[in-house]
Every structure is written in structure tokens, then in C-alpha cells.
């Protein structure tokens, strides 16, 4: 199947991959969509396509070890339970895949916010400066809070008969409740191709210098950010134009040939201070990156 960059809320079923058990319809579901699905033990890698609704991908059953990339970087991995969450929101489409770590069966219900009613909930949150709010993208989360609301929309997807009233209720409750927690303020409407606001990269990318010579963290710069590894590795290379390993090769390399040009330190001192501690591996990766060897590039001043 060709997949598209994007698609329609009612298309997304098409390409989630898995066995579909159910799909809300009628009155009931109007504002809000949800389905149910089985999935295999493991899957992918499936090209996920972006669709302009906010949507919530919450695991019923199962324990699993998930990968997600975007624009075939390198893939990011989280494990998730019964309870865990994936919060998507507009923007680039992306590659997924998993495999399960239990027996019991895997199991997930992917449910998706009609816009007018979530841009109701940021009006009610933000007012007038809801114009310029940003939901967030969050992977393999757990909110006690929004478990409950969604266990309850659960119940009434596979019941006997949905009470639209209740759906409705918490259709809306759904909304506030992400919009409360998973959105924020932005100086500019959100893009096709979000970044990091100004003030984190600076906070980011000062914290990366000052702790050069510690090995890259992932999962500690995205706590920084508040966001997942996934979505934090996205919008770090969309605002800066190159991935977190590569900024700090970058950094390391230019602070190095500083340090041969400016000071009388050995290499082997030069390689330590800018975080490798082997010398060897230093000298070939600043000759990968200056084609010069350290000494070499010294005599040049």
C-alpha cells in the first residue's frame, strides 16, 4: 500500500497496522473518534501518516518495546504498558515499530479530537491568546488523569449501547485536559516544521557546552525540554539543522582546534578536556573532520 504524507481522521485506520476490533459511530462520535485494535507480537516498520487532528494512541493491554523515527533518523525507543499513552499532534509523518515483551495480549485504542472542539478547549484555556497554542507531542507517558477519562471512553466504544450524552462529556473533558497539560504558548502559530522556542535551544544547547565532556544523553536533554527522546531529537535538528550527537561533535571539534591553536597542551590533554578519553579515537575523529591530523593541524598557525 502507498502511504501518503497525510490523511483523513477517518483514513488513519488504513495504515495503523493490526487488527481493527472496533470504530465508534453515530451521534456519539462526532467530536471525538475512537477505535480499537489487536496487534501482532511484532510489527512494523510502518510509515505512519500525519493527519491535522490531535491524536491519543493509549494501550489497553499488553507490555511492549516501541521505536518511532521521523525522516528516517535513528530510531528512538520506549517501553509501554497497559496505561501508557502517545500524544500526536500535526506535523511530519513518521516510521513505528514494536515488539511485545509478555504474553498477553497487545492491545491499543487510538482516539482522535475533532478540531473545533479542541480549539474550543484551548479558547477556554488560553483565550484569546489561544491563536498562538502549541500542543506538544509526548511519547510512552502515563497521566493518571486522563487514563481514567479514557478507560471510561473505552467502556462505552465496547459496549452494548454509548450514551452520547456521556461521550460528549467526556469528549470535552478530554480536550481541557490536554489542552491544560500538553499545550503551551508559542510566539508563532504552530508550522509544518515546529522547532524548539528560542529560549530552550539557548538552555540546551548552554547545558551541552557546559557538560561537554559527559557522553550524550538523549533522555536528559529531552527531560530539559520536557518532551519524549522521539520528538525532542525532531524539533532539536529542525531548530538547530543538524541532530544533538552531531551538534556535539561539532562543539567538541570547535573548542579542540581552539585549544591546539591557543595553548601549548598535548593532545592528549586537548582530547580529555573536550570529552575522549581514548586519544586515539580522538585524533581520527578530528582528522574525519578537519582532514588534518591534531599535530599536523598545530604547525599550520
Wanted: hydrophobic residues 40%; glycine residues 8%.
Amino acid at each position: 500500500m502507498t502511504v501518503p504524507e497525510t490523511t483523513s481522521a477517518e483514513s488513519l485506520d488504513l495504515y495503523l497496522g493490526g487488527k481493527l476490533l472496533r470504530t465508534g459511530q453515530g451521534k456519539a462520535w462526532r467530536e471525538i473518534r475512537a477505535s480499537t485494535y489487536s496487534l501482532p507480537s511484532t510489527g512494523g516498520p510502518l510509515a505512519i501518516p500525519s493527519v491535522c487532528e490531535p491524536f491519543l494512541m493509549w494501550v489497553s493491554s499488553g507490555v511492549a518495546e516501541t521505536q518511532e523515527r521521523e525522516n528516517k533518523g535513528p530510531w528512538l525507543t520506549c517501553r509501554v504498558e497497559k496505561g501508557s499513552f502517545f500524544l500526536t499532534t500535526a506535523g511530519a509523518p513518521y516510521d513505528c515499530r514494536w515488539k511485545t515483551l509478555t504474553a498477553e495480549p497487545f492491545k491499543l485504542m487510538v482516539v482522535l479530537i475533532a478540531l473545533p472542539l479542541m480549539q474550543r478547549a484551548l479558547e477556554e484555556v488560553f483565550g484569546d491568546d489561544a491563536i498562538h497554542a502549541q500542543m506538544r507531542d509526548v511519547s510512552g507517558f502515563t497521566d493518571a488523569t486522563l487514563n481514567s477519562l479514557v478507560e471510561r471512553l473505552h467502556e462505552e466504544l465496547i459496549g452494548q449501547r454509548e450514551s452520547p450524552l456521556f461521550v460528549q462529556g467526556l469528549a470535552q473533558a478530554i480536550a481541557v485536559h490536554l489542552a491544560r497539560n500538553y499545550a503551551e504558548l508559542v510566539k508563532k502559530p504552530r508550522s509544518r516544521s515546529p522547532s524548539l522556542p528560542g529560549y530552550k535551544l539557548q538552555q540546551i544547547t548552554g547545558w551541552m557546552s557546559d557538560h561537554l565532556v559527559e557522553d550524550l544523553n538523549l533522555g536528559r536533554l529531552a527531560a530539559q525540554a520536557g518532551l519524549s527522546k522521539f520528538h525532542f531529537h525532531r524539533l532539536f535538528k529542525t531548530g538547530v539543522g543538524v541532530s544533538p550527537a552531531r551538534y556535539q561533535v561539532n562543539l567538541r571539534m570547535d573548542i579542540a582546534r581552539r585549544l591546539l591553536r591557543e595553548t601549548k597542551k598535548s593532545v592528549v590533554e586537548v582530547a580529555i578536556e573536550v570529552g575522549y578519553a581514548n586519544p586515539s579515537h580522538f585524533a581520527q575523529l578530528f582528522r574525519r573532520e578537519t582532514g588534518l591530523c591534531p599535530t599536523d593541524y598545530r604547525r599550520q598557525r
